[in-house]
């Protein structure tokens, strides 16, 4: 079963700029999930999809941060503008649908973004 | 604000020992807990989850819970330099909005000395 896939690996930017990262998901995981880590934190939830609409998004920084998730699969997540503190891993995890029982998120490779 | 609170690191053990990684929580009516491994510069990996009172067991690592403490652990059994990572606890909380969501404590570096 192929895992969580995050394009691209590595960013580097300078401050204002904009950037976007690609996230697939495990097939069949209706559930998908952004996070942004900061060196020495643990993952922070920024948006969470259930298919193609928003489930929970309180922590996304709205005035920069977006998110989409077209057609329940792909999604991507854009920041504009960047600030310094934005530099972070961006994690995207993925579950089944978590309505009960277990509910295992499973994490790709992330994007470690470096705005300058 | 829901928090999820880690014991201070780093940790070091020497090999073959016992480690034990602690974990406390906020939110009283958390059902879902888990540890998520971090080897640097990779991303979690899930080692375990728990979801009842007690003690859960899977090879080298045993998963602890006390609901009425509040409390999580993750014991490693005869450690080796390869669990030499980063551990992570993660509480499955009802966010506002009904969501159910993941609150990650900042991690345990823990270093297996040869």
């Known amino acids: 079963e192929a895992g969580v896939a995050q394009s691209p690996r590595y960013k580097i930017i300078e401050k204002r700029q904009s950037v976007a990262f690609w996230c697939n998901p495990i097939?069949?995981?209706?559930?998908l999930y952004w996070y942004q880590q900061i060196l020495g934190q643990g993952p922070k939830l920024l948006i969470q999809?259930?298919?193609?609409?928003?489930?929970?998004d309180s922590q996304l920084p709205k005035d920069r941060f977006s998110a989409e998730r077209l057609k329940g699969v792909d999604s991507t997540l854009k920041i504009q503008p960047a600030k310094l503190e934005d530099s972070a891993v961006y994690l995207c995890?993925?579950?089944?649908?978590?309505?009960?029982?277990?509910?295992?998120?499973?994490f790709g490779p992330g994007t470690r973004l470096t705005v300058t | 604000q829901k928090e999820v609170e880690q014991n201070s690191g780093p940790l070091s053990v020497p090999e073959g020992a016992i480690a034990s990684l602690n974990c406390t929580y906020s939110d009283r009516v958390s059902q879902s807990f888990f540890w998520y491994r971090q080897y640097s510069g990779k991303s979690p990996e899930l080692i375990m989850s728990i979801y009842s009172n007690g003690d859960k067991e899977d090879g080298r690592f045993t998963a602890q819970l006390n609901k009425a403490s509040q409390y999580v652990s993750l014991l490693i059994r005869d450690s080796q330099p390869s669990d030499s990572a980063t551990y992570l606890c993660a509480v499955l909380s009802i966010s506002s909005g009904s969501a159910r969501q993941l609150t990650f404590g900042s991690g345990t570096q823990l270093t297996v000395l040869p």
């Open positions: 999809f259930q298919n193609n609409g928003v489930v929970d």
């Open positions: 097939s069949g995981h209706a559930t």
């Open positions: 995890a993925s579950s089944l649908v978590p309505t009960s029982g277990p509910y295992e998120q499973y």
